[in-house]
């Protein structure tokens, strides 16, 4: 065992705790697929979750998905900007995350990662698909939000809007 393999290792265990796939892990990491479904199992008990990556926008776009993804962009950036790599960054962010918001998590990890790559692929670009960092005129909370959001003069917060209890009432009542 090298010190690589144990660092390898040991942020393979850290993933699986947060419920990242076999094949995040494994190419995060750089040890093998089997290795990676092989940690979950032991970390957790279960087998790892397959299926599609997500890769979609218009999960962003929702009031509860915006606060929630404000919420673990906000403890990412600050790690990852101060040097560490977006795996190392995203797993502090997401156990931050996590205890912030228990027991409502709308943010698995494997959407986190994927906005967390997002981000850092918008910084000092002006795709469309980036995020900006934008203050609500209203409450001063800062904002992770997208190119129509940021394009407008003034943003208002889906808190302050009141969209976010909209919506999660709806789905309190749904359930
Ligand atoms: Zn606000």
Not at 11 to 35: F, K, P, Q, Y
Not at 48 to 67: D, F, I, K, M
Request: proline share 5%.
């Amino acid at each position: 065992m090298t010190a690589a393999n144990d660092r390898a290792v040991s942020m393979a265990r850290m993933m699986a705790r947060l419920g990242a796939r076999a094949s995040t892990i494994s190419s995060n990491t750089g040890l093998s697929t089997v290795a990676a479904r092989r940690i979950y199992l032991h970390e957790t008990g279960r087998r790892p979750p397959s299926g599609q990556h997500p890769s979609s926008y218009e999960w962003l776009e929702s009031p509860v998905a915006r606060v929630h993804s404000s919420l673990y962009l906000s403890f990412f950036e600050p790690r990852h900007r101060a040097g560490l790599d977006v795996c190392q960054a995203a797993v502090l962010a997401y156990a931050d995350y996590m205890h912030a918001v228990e027991p409502e998590i709308e943010l698995d990890f494997e959407r986190a990662f994927f906005i967390s790559k997002l981000l850092i692929c918008s910084v000092g670009k002006s795709g469309r698909d980036g995020f900006q960092r934008r203050p609500c005129v209203r409450c001063g909370a800062l904002y992770y939000v997208g190119q129509p959001q940021a394009a407008r003069r003034q943003y208002v917060c889906p808190v302050c809007t009141g969209r976010a209890a909209a919506a999660l009432s709806i789905r309190r009542r749904q359930n």
